[in-house]
């Protein structure tokens, strides 16, 4: 059974940073193509960052890119996403999901992902 959970949130204050952690289990990280997604209060949940099966090719959101980065490493079954100079609009809680329907790509749309992780929430204060 494929598990992740996400480690890493907490109450930062504005241009501080966070590094974010999904470690997965029941499988092999390099199965699959990794993304984060988060949703903010009263929001629907949004796509972040997604990374392919060996770390060659990344996606962001226009939201976050330039201070966010997606990385992984396989040898110890982890997902990362350094978060740099946040902002209030950056608090939501980050889910981070897992798909195998084709590893070599990334992949943005949430219908993806079969495997997710309960989320860890990141509050960024003004």
């Known amino acids: 059974q494929v598990q992740l959970v996400e480690t890493g949130g907490g109450l930062v204050q504005a241009g501080a940073s966070l590094r974010l952690s999904c470690v997965v289990s029941?499988?092999?990280?390099?199965?699959?193509?990794m993304g984060w997604f988060r949703q903010a209060p009263g929001k629907a949940r949004e796509f972040v960052a997604t990374?392919?099966?060996?770390?060659?090719?990344?996606y962001y959101s226009d939201s976050v890119k330039g201070r966010f980065t997606i990385f992984r490493d396989n040898a110890k079954n982890t997902v990362y996403l350094q978060m740099n100079s946040l902002k209030p609009e950056d608090t939501a809680v980050y889910y981070c999901?897992?798909?195998?329907?084709?590893?070599?790509?990334?992949?943005?749309?949430?219908?993806?992902?079969?495997?997710w992780g309960k989320g860890t929430l990141v509050t960024v204060s003004s």
């Open positions: 029941g499988r092999t990280l390099s199965d699959f193509a």
């Open positions: 990374i392919n099966w060996m770390g060659t090719n990344v």
């Open positions: 999901a897992a798909t195998d329907r084709d590893h070599t790509v990334v992949h943005r749309t949430e219908r993806t992902y079969d495997y």
